[in-house]
């Protein structure tokens, strides 16, 4: 489906700065959470390479990259939030992940006017108006430049980590649980990266 930006064009006429957020990383065995906050010109149209954007999850590393640099390019202003994976131990992913986004949003060097979030919840901390909208980074322009500079970043960080912990793979799955990754804990045990909180049945971890 062609993303437009349509979604945001209801918004734009009380609201300047519509703001689209999105996370990568709630699924992983290590690493941190990541979200996006993108904040797009009023009245913005996607064109060229930005006609191809979707969800980040639907898109191959290289589509992503690309259009990585080329939201950064057109953006007003692109707000990055990470939470750790000490963090998501000590409140659990879902605060984590609210945690993440809010980062996200006041990261921007100007407030947003409001907020069009991914997924069904959200817990804000900026005196904004809000909106989630479900499956939103499939639906909405602007949450949708979210997930692909939240994973985009977040990838860029494992690739990173992976160099610390080279028995793990962690270029290849980012931390998510692959076969590969399972057989790496089973054989190293846990590095530091690993979220202690997550447990894995077939390693026998209750």
């Known amino acids: 489906m062609l993303?437009?930006?349509e979604y945001e064009e209801k918004f734009w006429l009380e609201h300047p700065r519509v703001c689209g957020i999105d996370e990568a990383g709630r699924g992983p065995l290590a690493g941190p959470v990541v979200a996006a906050a993108v904040v797009f010109?009023?009245?913005f149209r996607p064109e060229?390479?930005?006609e191809k954007?979707?969800?980040s999850k639907a898109l191959s590393p290289e589509r992503r990259n690309e259009l990585a640099e080329a939201i950064t390019y057109n953006a007003d202003e692109i707000g990055i939030g990470v939470v750790d994976h000490l963090t998501i131990d000590r409140l659990n992913i879902f605060r984590a992940t609210m945690l993440a986004m809010n980062r996200a949003a006041?990261?921007?060097a100007g407030p947003p006017?409001?907020?069009l979030i991914d997924g069904n919840r959200f817990t804000p901390h900026l005196p904004v108006p809000w909106m989630t909208v479900v499956k939103g980074?499939?639906?909405v322009f602007s949450i949708a430049?979210?997930?692909v500079m939240a994973k985009t970043h977040r990838d860029g960080l494992m690739k990173a980590y992976a160099k610390q912990y080279p028995a793990y793979g962690f270029e290849r799955h980012f931390g998510y649980p692959t076969k590969q990754h399972i057989e790496a804990i089973a054989m190293h045990g846990r590095c530091p990266l690993h979220r202690r909180s997550f447990r894995l049945r077939e390693l026998g971890e209750k």
């Open 3 to 5: 993303l437009t930006a």
């Open 53 to 55: 954007l979707n969800d």
């Open 137 to 139: 980074d499939a639906k």
């Open 113 to 115: 006017s409001f907020l």
């Open 145 to 147: 430049a979210a997930s």
């Open 41 to 43: 010109p009023r009245h």
């Open 48 to 50: 060229g390479i930005l």
């Open 106 to 108: 006041e990261s921007l």
